[in-house]
């Protein structure tokens, strides 16, 4: 008797397992098709098929609009300069504080863990305003320097570098962390040992903990990268009026000139420049991976 | 040409643990040292000052006259083979041993000689382009003295560095070692917790305990004459007997030898070689308890009259049987007061005769 029942139970448990596995597969196969598949073809779609009174004709004449409109081309390089210039400051910034916290063994790196986690927690809108009151017109900074009888400084406010110092800012969280779970693999053994066979300090981070953290680096910059590049608020906040980031860019397209088409576009080549970082990413980490 | 002294050195940890505890030892040109001791005893931290790893709270340390206390490790004339070999995962073998030489700045023809050399050395010739993660974890560690010897240092420190491999290759390494090591006549001091490693390898051995010295002698010394209790529980199996000494013989449940010394609380240490057993029905000291039989010789197990278990080594184990009773009769002892070696002395069979007449 035990032996059927065994028999009969076993053969039965893959066909009833097969259907539940694909249903818990398909759910967010649907999902990542309905929610981001499918608008990004129609968003494609939309484009290309522009409205005329004759009826809808298929055209390349919104993009052709786009990269030969000055004001649209100058909006996009001022993105790609924020995006490049934070990723820059992003690594001096916060490689420094993740070295410091992986191999620093004293009470403060628990603090300025703390510290450096902090901006995760804080809305970028109130970054912003705490931004501008400190660093804005007669913010603190102004009224600290003119206390003590120095020379105004020119605030960053609603200048390239207001969204530069948010941004960096609001991303330190996330970089930090992910440059500290890269030094988390390299032993103290493996650098011990660089230091026996007569590295210094400098030899040991640039021989044997780069090389180690590069997978890192990259998924950390990808991740402030692809951030940057359609971040909104504190571009929106911060920037210049003139020429502003993509996202600030097609929403004052979309909601104050009515253009969704034109809105459109934008995003579409918005999301065209993070499909190539995407792929960059990619393929850097599987190369790194393969030997 | 070069020698090691270590003076006076101490090492409190910031928690308040004195790993090492004024600390001396001088190893001499070509000599190999074997720092011995249970887990926890400063042996690693030990080497670690040797190292550079670790600043010393106290004393000093000097190889060939220079003072190398505070000079930090990448200016050190040591190398240093871990436990886990440590080696860098983004080079190849080749890499891995070319990287100190580079720093050097030795001409890239050079740099190829040497680490061929060497990879030669260590049995790993014509493995300069295997990647490490490829290699078995005995090749791995060979890779790893392959690094440290590359460079020639003054002073080879190696913190236990065959613990994560099998019994087997254990032994070959060690040998390995041994060789490479009397062969380049290189200055190695030479962390293990396992006695027979230290036995078979060191010219000299310390023993060490909470930080401290318990002996520092050859090998066969510290087998055969063990200053304390401690190191004659540490090193090779040994029978320590608690008992009292009473007109210069020492007794414990109805088992006695003569022991010339004052009389109070004494142990007494019996090398289980050194306890000759045979069969008794009358005066019986002890019980066989169990008996192996390893082929070569047998080892007897065996209860004193108030169970106290003691060992003893039989060339012929069939004659004993488990539940006979035995006499003893050993061949030489040590005995220890107040964990201070007062006596040791082989027992002659006329000495032996005196405990028949004193026991009468
Ligand atoms: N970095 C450290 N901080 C605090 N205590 C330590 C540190 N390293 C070792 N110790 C302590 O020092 C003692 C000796 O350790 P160690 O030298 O590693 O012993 P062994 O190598 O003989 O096993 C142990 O009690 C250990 O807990
Ligand atoms: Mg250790």
């Not at chain 2, 040797?50 to 206390?69: A, H, K, N, R, Y």
């Not at chain 2, 190696?158 to 041994?178: G, I, K, T, W």
């Not at chain 2, 027992?347 to 005769?353: G, S, V």
């Amino acid at each position: 008797m035990t032996t059927d029942t065994a028999g009969s139970v076993s053969p039965v448990q893959p066909h009833r397992g097969r259907p539940i596995g694909l249903l818990l597969v398909a759910v967010p196969v649907l999902m990542v098709v309905w929610l981001i598949i499918w608008p990004i073809i129609s968003a494609v779609i939309t484009t290309l098929w522009v409205k005329t009174p004759e009826g809808d004709i298929f055209s390349i004449e919104t993009y052709r609009f786009f990269f030969s409109d000055g004001y649209s081309l100058s909006n996009l390089g001022m993105t790609l300069w924020t995006t490049g210039v934070c990723a820059i400051l992003l690594l001096v910034v916060c490689l420094p504080i993740a070295l410091y916290l992986r191999f620093a063994d004293s009470r403060i790196a628990a603090y300025v863990q703390g510290l450096a986690i902090f901006p995760m927690f804080v809305p970028s809108i109130i970054l912003s305003f705490a931004f501008i009151r400190v660093l804005g017109p007669n913010g603190t900074v102004d009224l600290v320097l003119n206390a003590v009888g120095m020379p105004k400084i020119r605030s960053p406010y609603l200048t390239p570098w207001g969204p530069v110092i948010g941004l960096v800012w609001d991303n330190i969280p996330l970089t930090v962390l992910i440059l500290l779970s890269g030094l988390g693999s390299v032993s103290n053994q493996a650098i011990e040992a660089a230091r026996d066979v007569g590295a210094g300090k400098i030899a040991v981070l640039w021989h044997i903990i780069l090389p180690r953290i590069s997978n890192s680096i990259l998924v950390a910059i990808s991740f402030a990268v692809l951030g940057i590049f359609s971040a909104f608020t504190l571009p929106y906040v911060l920037g210049p009026a003139a020429p502003e980031m993509m996202g600030p860019f097609m929403q004052r397209t979309f909601r104050e000139l009515f253009e969704p088409q034109t809105a459109i576009t934008q995003a579409v080549v918005t999301f065209a420049f993070c499909i190539v970082f995407g792929l960059f990413y990619v393929y850097s980490v599987a190369k790194n991976r393969a030997p | 040409m070069s020698v090691l002294n270590i003076k006076d050195v101490s090492k409190i940890f910031p928690g308040g643990t004195r790993a090492v505890d004024t600390f001396s030892l001088d190893v001499a040109d070509g000599e190999l040292v074997c720092l011995l001791g249970p887990s926890g005893s400063g042996k690693s931290t030990l080497l670690r000052m040797v190292g550079g790893f670790e600043t010393p709270t106290s004393g000093q340390m000097t190889i060939d006259g220079d003072d190398i206390t505070h000079v930090p490790p990448e200016r050190r004339p040591t190398g240093m083979v871990f436990q886990s070999h440590a080696l860098w995962t983004h080079m190849n073998v080749f890499k891995n041993l070319a990287f100190g030489l580079k720093l050097r700045k030795v001409a890239p023809a050079e740099i190829k000689r040497r680490v061929e050399a060497v990879l030669e050395l260590v049995g790993l010739g014509g493995y300069g382009t295997r990647a490490v993660t490829q290699l078995s974890g005995g090749q791995q560690q060979r890779v790893a003295l392959a690094r440290s010897l590359v460079l020639e240092p003054k002073i080879l420190l190696l913190d236990e560095p065959f613990a994560s491999l099998d019994q087997h290759l254990r032994e070959r390494l060690r040998e390995e070692v041994r060789d490479i090591q009397q062969r380049l006549k290189i200055t190695t001091l030479f962390v293990t917790h396992g006695q027979d490693e230290a036995l078979s390898m060191a010219d000299r051995i310390v023993v060490m305990r909470d930080g401290k010295t318990e002996q520092i002698d050859r090998p066969d010394i510290v087998y055969r004459e063990p200053r304390t209790p401690f190191v004659a529980g540490f090193i090779g199996t040994m029978n320590l007997i608690e008992g009292t000494v009473a007109n210069g013989v020492f007794s414990k449940a109805g088992y006695s030898t003569p022991v010339p010394v004052a009389d109070g609380p004494a142990t007494q240490a019996i090398r289980p070689e050194a306890l000759e057993l045979t069969l008794a029905t009358d005066n019986a000291q002890g019980k066989v308890h169990r008996v192996t039989d390893f082929g070569t010789h047998g080892l007897v197990d065996l209860e004193l009259l108030d169970s106290t278990r003691i060992k003893a080594m039989v060339s012929h184990p069939g004659l004993f049987q488990p539940g006979q009773g035995v006499a003893l009769a050993p061949k030489a002892i040590a005995a220890y007061r107040d964990d201070i070696l007062i006596h040791r002395g082989a027992l002659t069979p006329e000495i032996a005769a005196r405990r028949e007449t004193i026991d009468a």
